[in-house]
């Protein structure tokens, strides 16, 4: 079974650090671009950040560029999200997900089709 | 940034009943648009990718249309499991964006 599953969510200080941790299993990780998604309490789906298969492009939202670090491990099947200076407009639930793959001459689609439960980042004094 | 806009940002409807959602975006996005459902307590879904391709082993009765800046999903017969929030996404360029999202309520 394709699965994905978030972890390393918590709670944290304003200032403070996080690092979220997404485990791949039943699929070939290395062969996917992958995406981290976040969602605050109530609030719209916000797209974070993307690399691609081999982990040397990344690309991010205003919003975290400079903080926020992501990263792959192909030889451990997992994605990495590094939190750094967070604010208390960083909590909400963290999900990453599967770009579903090449579409005509490019090699991802931009679309995410397999996404983990997601993980809880809460920034709070 | 690309800003993508839906309407109506909530919507009553019956079981049986045929509902539009659209997606506007500030600037062209060519096809490059995907439509994902939402339940709570849930990740999101994705039924339709590229502006109008469904995805595999989502309903036929889901459909999207549209390209450049306005976008269109379709549930053309409302099943009781189709009660649930619905995003679209831009993924012409960077940084990706989604819509506020249309919630779709049982009337």
């Known amino acids: 079974e394709m699965q994905l599953v978030e972890s390393g969510g918590a709670l944290v200080q304003p200032g403070g650090s996080l690092r979220l941790s997404c485990a791949a299993s039943?699929?070939?990780?290395?062969?996917?671009?992958m995406t981290w998604v976040r969602q605050g309490p109530g609030k719209e789906l916000e797209w974070l950040s993307y690399i691609i298969d081999r982990g040397t492009r990344t690309w991010y939202a205003d919003s975290v560029e400079g903080r926020f670090t992501i990263s792959r491990d192909n030889a451990k099947n997992s994605l990495y999200l590094q939190m750094n200076g967070l604010r208390v407009e960083d909590t909400g639930v963290y999900y990453c997900?599967?770009?579903?793959?090449?579409?005509?001459?490019?090699?991802?689609?931009?679309?995410?089709?397999?996404w983990g439960r997601g993980t809880m980042v809460t920034v709070s004094s | 940034d690309i800003q993508m806009t839906q309407s109506p940002s909530s919507v009553s409807a019956s079981v049986g009943d045929r509902v539009t959602i659209t997606c506007r975006a500030s600037q062209g996005v060519r096809t490059w648009l995907a439509w994902y459902q939402q339940k709570p307590g849930k990740a999101p879904n994705l039924l339709i990718y590229?502006?109008?391709s469904l995805q595999s082993g989502v309903p036929s009765r889901f459909s999207g249309s549209g390209s450049g800046t306005e976008f269109t999903l379709t549930i053309s017969s409302l099943q009781p499991e189709d009660f649930a929030t619905y995003y679209c996404q831009q993924a012409d360029s960077f940084p990706y964006t989604f819509g506020q999202g249309t919630k779709l309520e049982i009337k």
């Open positions: 590229a502006a109008s």
């Open positions: 997900a599967t770009d579903r793959g090449s579409f005509g001459s490019s090699p991802n689609s931009g679309a995410f089709d397999l």
């Open positions: 039943g699929f070939t990780f290395s062969s996917y671009w």
